[in-house]
Nanobody, 122 residues
Framework: QVQLVESGGGLVQPGGSLRLSCAASGSNISIYTMAWYRQAPGKQRELVATITAGGSLNYVDSVKGRFIISRDNAKNMMSLQMNSLNPEDTAVYYC????????????????WGQGTQVTVSS
């Protein structure tokens, strides 16, 4: 079983950037498809970005061109570079190991970390 710990969240002004990290332990994540999800207040958790074991990427339309998902298998970590942030990006961000993917997008997530809060506000 993989344990996941997210970090890097915080308060940022609109137009700013943040880099989230997901540290994995308990298993080598290099063979897994990984994903970032987010949950805004009062809303369902939604998929943000997916990276397969082979390096294929998939993003939700609202973050395309602004967010970049990456992985460092040697460090057993995954990251999410978030640029041009806007208030609609405010949410708790979670990483997960995908149990099922469809067209390079995470379809069924696995266990969650504790999440990291991202707040975009002036």
């Amino acid at each position: 079983q993989v344990q996941l710990v997210e970090s890097g969240g915080g308060l940022v002004q609109p137009g700013g950037s943040l880099r989230l990290s997901c540290a994995a332990s308990g298993s080598n994540i290099s063979i897994y498809t990984m994903a970032w999800y987010r949950q805004a207040p009062g809303k369902q958790r939604e998929l943000v970005a997916t990276i397969t074991a082979g390096g294929s990427l998939n993003y939700v339309d609202s973050v395309k061109g602004r967010f970049i998902i990456s992985r460092d298998n040697a460090k057993n970590m995954m990251s999410l570079q978030m640029n041009s942030l806007n208030p609609e990006d405010t949410a708790v961000y979670y990483c997960t190991v995908c149990r099922l993917i469809l067209q390079a997008a995470c379809l069924i997530p696995g266990d969650w970390g504790q999440g990291t809060q991202v707040t975009v506000s002036s």
